[in-house]
C-alpha cells in the first residue's frame, strides 16, 4: 500500500454502500480515505459519510481513468443487482487499472411453501403473463422497467418511486406512489389492502429494505411475478458488510 491513506471507492446508490461507507472509518478510524459513488438517478440522495461523487463516469475507460487519476486502491462494488452495465464496467475497468475490487451483493430471496411465485427471466417475460395473474397490479420494477409493460391493457398499475415522474408513464392506467426503502410490513399491508392490489410484480432484488411486499403478498395469497437478476459478474465476492470490511481490512 502507498504511503499516504489507502483510497476506498464504493460503488453505491443501495443501502448496503451507505452501511459500508459508514462502518469502514467506524473500523479502521482515519487510515483510509472513502469516497462513494453515485450515478445520479435521485433528485436528492440521502447523505453518505466520507467523500461522494455524483454522475457516470464515461464507461469503461473513464471509469479505469478516474481510478487513476483519483489513486484508487480499492474497489467495493455495492451496486443493486439489477445495475448490471456498472458491475461490467468496474470488473473491466479495475483490471485495466490493476485496482482489487470485490463485490457487495445481496442473496436473492428464495421462495417458501406459502409464495406463489412466477419465477421469470426478464421482464418481457413478466409482461407476457401478468394479464393471466391479476388486474391491479402492484408493479416493483425500478422506473426504467415499467417500459416492458406499456402495451398492456386491462391491468391498473401501482407503481412506486422515489421522485416524482417527469413526464407521464407510458402505461394506459396507472398511479404513482411516492417512496423510498426500507419498507416495513404495516404500511406495505395498508398499501396492497387500499389499492386493492390482486398481484405483484416484483424484481428479485434481496436483502431486506424491500422484502415487506413480499411478505404482504405471501400473507395475501397473492400471486408474485418475480424476475430474475441478471447474471452475476465474475469476480470475489461477499454477502455480508462484515465480509466487505475484512477484505477491506486485507487490502490496507
Ligand atoms: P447501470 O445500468 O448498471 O448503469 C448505467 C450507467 O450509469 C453506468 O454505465 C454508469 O455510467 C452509471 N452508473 C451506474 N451506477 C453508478 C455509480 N454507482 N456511480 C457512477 N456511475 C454509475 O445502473 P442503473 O440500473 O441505471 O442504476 C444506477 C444506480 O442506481 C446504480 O449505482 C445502482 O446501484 C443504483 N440503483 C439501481 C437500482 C436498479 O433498479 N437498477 C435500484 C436501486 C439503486 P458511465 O458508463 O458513464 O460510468
Redesign the pocket.
Known sequence: MPDREPHLLI????AE?AALAAATPQRFGGRIAVTT?????TRAPLAVAGTMRV?????VE??ATWLETARVDMVVDA??P??????A?ARQACTVAAVPRLILARRPWIAGPDDNWRGVADLDSAAAILPELGKRVFLSV?S??VYAFTRLGGVHFVVRMIDPPVEALPLDDYMVVLGRGPFDEASELRLFEDARIDALVS?N?GGTATIAKITVARRLGLPVVMVAPPPLEPGLRVDALEGALQWIGDQI
Open positions: 460503488l453505491g446508490g443501495t454502500a459513488s453515485l450515478a445520479g438517478r454522475g457516470g463516469f464515461g464507461g473513464g471509469l451496486t443493486h439489477f445495475a448490471a452495465r456498472i458491475s464496467n425500478g426504467q422497467g424484481r432484488s
